[in-house]
């Protein structure tokens, strides 16, 4: 099936460790996003990627990389920079032209101990 | 930068009423989108709205593209148990940053059973 995937579901980590996000998708996209979520927040964009080897950052992209080698996958490090890891962290992706909607993951919860 | 305005926030309702929230913006939007989010999971795209003016219905849901371009609502009728979750809009400009969607804050949905 066609979607995108983010591993793990769960994540924990001890402050101070950088740590890696990962997303697939399969749907042959070429943009891909990621996007922070805090408890009765909406979204907020970290970084953005619209082809390979290609990356902006977003509205909260410090303490945070990304790379884009290939066209499936665009992993999210958070670094030890960022002072608040612990979140939600979405994965979207979605295709060219005019009605490009952003499909996304099932998410990853990161807790920082 | 832009913001969305969602609202309500929150709402309490009981199983088979109609549901109504809406989005408002400062600034003009070439695609709306609304999206449901259920606990702990990825948001769901539901609708996709490209024209203003635009009506669009996905079962139960209905939701519109307001004519100024500032604004969209999203309709549920006869609601039930299973509608509970987050419902998000967003709003999507393909000019400057393309792909970039803008979030409203989310409208939290309970149904008294």
């Known amino acids: 099936d066609g979607g995108i995937t983010q591993s793990p579901k769960y994540l924990f980590r001890k402050e101070g460790q950088n740590v890696t996000l990962s997303c697939e998708q399969n749907?042959?996209?070429?943009?891909m996003y990621w996007y922070r979520q805090d408890p009765g927040q909406g979204l907020r964009l970290i970084y953005y990627?619209?082809?390979?080897?290609?990356?902006q950052k977003g509205d909260i992209a410090e303490g945070y990389s990304v790379s884009r080698e290939k066209k499936e996958s665009f992993p999210l490090t958070v670094t030890s920079a960022q002072k608040n890891p612990t979140a939600f962290y979405l994965c979207?992706?979605?295709?060219?032209?005019?009605?490009?909607?952003?499909?996304f993951g099932p998410g990853t919860r990161l807790t920082v101990l | 930068g832009q913001q969305l305005n969602q609202s309500p926030q929150s709402m309490f309702i009981q199983e088979g009423e109609d549901v109504s929230m809406n989005c408002t913006s400062s600034?003009?939007?070439?695609?709306w989108l609304w999206y449901k989010q259920d606990p702990g999971e990825g948001p769901v795209l539901l609708i996709a709205?490209?024209?203003?003016?635009e009506l669009t219905s996905n079962g139960r849901l209905t939701a519109q593209f307001g004519i100024t371009r500032k604004d969209s609502f999203l309709n549920i009728s006869a609601s039930i148990p299973s509608d509970v979750g987050i419902y998000f809009c967003?709003?999507?400009?393909?000019?400057?940053?393309?792909?970039?969607?803008?979030f409203g804050k989310g409208t939290k949905l309970s149904v008294k059973p």
């Open positions: 979207a992706s979605s295709g060219r032209g005019a009605y490009n909607e952003q499909f």
């Open positions: 990627s619209q082809i390979v080897n290609d990356f």
């Open positions: 600034s003009i939007f070439n695609t």
């Open positions: 709205l490209y024209k203003a003016g």
């Open positions: 749907l042959n996209h070429d943009a």
């Open positions: 967003a709003g999507l400009n393909y000019g400057g940053s393309q792909g970039n969607l803008i």
